[in-house]
């Protein structure tokens, strides 16, 4: 069973940074795309970057530049690093995983996975 485990959220002030990490535990090999989506209060669900197993990164185009995804495959571990924070990034963040490719931008629109972590929140203060 695919098990995904997100930590390092928390409160930071506009400007800040953080490190989000995402501890993957069943079957994740590098035939999986896995991928971050956050959710705002009162919003949807909405795709922030994602990583093929042959590394090939998407990025949704309002976090280009200050996000960076990466995928250590020693350990199936998932990070997204976050700077520059601002207000509007306050959001409960999610890692996510599916079988197969992630078809680029498809997968930022929709946010379909079939294996979700938990959600580690992110709060940023002006």
């Known amino acids: 069973e695919v098990q995904l485990v997100e930590s390092g959220g928390g409160s930071v002030q506009a400007g800040g940074s953080l490190r989000l990490s995402c501890t993957a535990s069943?079957?994740?090999?590098?035939?999986?795309?896995m991928g971050w989506s956050r959710r705002g209060q009162g919003k949807g669900r909405e795709g922030v970057a994602s990583?093929?197993?042959?590394?090939?990164?998407t990025y949704a185009d309002y976090v280009k530049g200050r996000f960076t995804i990466s995928k250590d495959n020693t350990d199936n571990t998932l990070y997204l690093e976050i700077n520059n924070l601002n207000p509007e990034d306050t959001a409960m963040y999610y890692c996510?995983?599916?079988?197969?490719?992630?078809?680029?931008?498809?997968?930022?629109?929709?946010?379909?996975?079939?294996?979700w972590g938990q959600g580690t929140q992110v709060t940023v203060s002006s």
């Open positions: 996510a995983a599916d079988w197969g490719t992630c078809g680029g931008d498809w997968r930022l629109l929709t946010s379909t996975y079939d294996y």
């Open positions: 990583i093929d197993g042959d590394g090939t990164i």
């Open positions: 069943g079957f994740i090999d590098n035939k999986y795309c």
